[in-house]
């Protein structure tokens, strides 16, 4: 019966000192794939030609540029232009960056200026470009982040 009690201990030590060998090499696991999976990427080849600036959009030659600004109280206005075909005539459509306080948009010809609202955001604004006859040429759009 002692033999018994004593086995039977013994296994029971086994499966505790298991368990916690088990739980300390489960804890050090993730780092061990860390370290793998870093020194992967330290290995895998830089390329700085993959990395590109964001390139803004042009429809039938209308374009604004910058296409994307970002507004704060250290850069509370931004001027813009915008490029389109000789004779067109230009004209804009803020309501959504107006109406939610985050910015607003002035000016006219191929000048304008985007000033920040009260309230922190995104929205577009969206510059249409006509022709002498009023049929839409192309349209420009322009993305405003307000951190108020």
């Not at 300390?24 to 061990?32: E, T």
């Not at 895998?44 to 507004?71: M, Y």
């Not at 609202?117 to 002498?132: E, H, I, L, P, Q």
Request: glycine letters at 10%.
């Amino acid at each position: 019966m002692q033999s018994a009690k004593w086995s039977l201990r013994s296994l029971a030590a086994i499966a505790v000192a298991g368990m916690l060998a088990g739980c300390a090499g489960g804890a050090s696991m993730p780092a061990a794939s860390t370290n793998a999976l870093s020194s992967m990427a330290s290995r895998a080849p830089f390329s700085s030609a993959s990395i590109q600036p964001a390139k803004c959009k042009s429809d039938h030659g209308v374009s604004v540029n910058p296409c994307s600004i970002n507004l704060s109280l250290s850069n509370p206005d931004e001027n813009v232009t915008t490029k389109g075909p000789n004779g067109g005539t230009f004209s804009f459509n803020d309501k959504t960056c107006v109406k939610d306080d985050i910015a607003t948009i002035s000016g006219s010809g191929n000048s304008y200026n985007a000033d920040w609202g009260s309230k922190s955001g995104s929205c577009t604004a969206v510059f249409t470009d006509k022709d002498s006859a009023g049929k839409k040429i192309g349209t420009a759009k322009l993305k405003i982040t307000n951190k108020a």
